[in-house]
């Protein structure tokens, strides 16, 4: 039973356009949602979290949009830049964030020059 | 956030042996957790690391295969034991500082079992 679902394995957007990559959830408990960036042979970077009480959260180029009734949020990066290729992976979690956190199964972003 | 160390950051074991992995943070965390990646998958939590106590496993995931000690706030280890080919994964170490909500993630071991 996956909780936590990245349909997209993949997305394409050229440089200074918009990314857009997209998590559902299933589990109605979760109430602080994450996403975070992972290159390869490194530990995944904490990049950006929302609680259920918002539906919106901006950090600079990073907008993270939640939609508690279709249990779906968004992750929004404008401009889109090279450096953000990388797997961007949504994680949500129960109790604000204190608990343990479940993963999607991660897309990967490719932004060409 | 907090700063993680995460030893060693890669290995190539044997089968049949056993690998400690070791993780250390800056600052008290109030929650350690350790996480494993196979090839072309998603993080899967492996156990939460009570400090104190023994770890709390998830489905799938027993302390004999994965031996897990917190002898402190800020430190945590994870035996992969009796090691076979399907082993091989990144195994990563995860804490949630106090006062923080989220958690943050070492760099990771990349671990092959030949």
């Known amino acids: 039973d996956q909780q936590v679902k990245q349909n997209s394995p993949s997305l394409s957007v050229q440089e200074g356009r918009i990314s857009i990559l997209n998590c559902d959830y299933t589990n109605s408990m979760f109430d602080y949602f994450l996403w975070y960036k992972k290159y390869p042979a490194e530990g995944p970077t904490f990049l950006i979290s929302i609680s259920s009480i918002k539906d919106k959260n901006e950090d600079g180029r990073f907008t993270v949009f939640l939609n508690k009734s279709a249990k779906h949020l968004s992750l929004h990066i404008v401009p889109s830049q090279p450096g953000d290729s990388a797997v961007y992976f949504c994680?949500?979690?129960?109790?604000?964030?204190?608990?343990?956190?479940?993963f999607g199964k991660g897309t990967k972003l490719t932004v060409n020059p | 956030s907090a700063v993680i160390s995460q030893k060693p950051s890669r290995d190539i074991c044997q089968r049949g042996t056993s690998l400690t992995i070791q993780c250390q943070v800056d600052s008290q965390v109030t929650m350690m957790f350790w996480y494993r990646q196979q090839p072309g998958q998603s993080l899967t939590l492996i156990a939460t690391?009570?400090?104190?106590?023994?770890?709390?496993?998830e489905s799938g995931f027993v302390i004999d295969k994965f031996p897990i000690s917190r002898p402190n706030l800020t430190f945590s280890t994870l035996t992969v034991s009796n090691m076979s080919p399907e082993d091989s994964s990144i195994y990563l170490c995860?804490?949630?500082?106090?006062?923080?909500?989220?958690?943050?993630f070492g760099q990771g071991t990349r671990l092959t079992v030949v």
């Open positions: 994680a949500a979690s129960a109790r604000g964030g204190s608990e343990k956190l479940v």
């Open positions: 690391a009570n400090q104190g106590s023994e770890a709390t496993y």
């Open positions: 995860s804490v949630v500082p106090v006062r923080s909500s989220g958690a943050f």
